[in-house]
């Protein structure tokens, strides 16, 4: 009996692991899709207006900027 226990045991721990790496999965899977969508349209100014903002933090000139905190 005590056998069963620490079976179930191993299969429910193998679970959570698995829904974890499940999610590394779908979130390294969402990234490689938007940086493939940012190479394939390394020319569209929108894209390049979204790096600049997002990566390199910056702003068109008549913006004004507010950090929270």
């Known amino acids: 009996m005590a056998s069963l226990v620490t079976l179930r045991t191993k299969v429910e721990t193998a679970k959570v692991n698995e829904a974890a790496l499940q999610q590394q999965v779908d979130d390294k899977t969402a990234s490689n899709e938007q940086m493939r969508y940012a190479v394939e349209n390394k ?27």
């Open 43 to 69: 020319d569209d100014p929108e894209v390049i207006e979204g790096v600049a903002r997002d990566k390199l933090g910056l702003v068109q000139q008549d913006e004004e900027v507010y950090k929270a905190g």
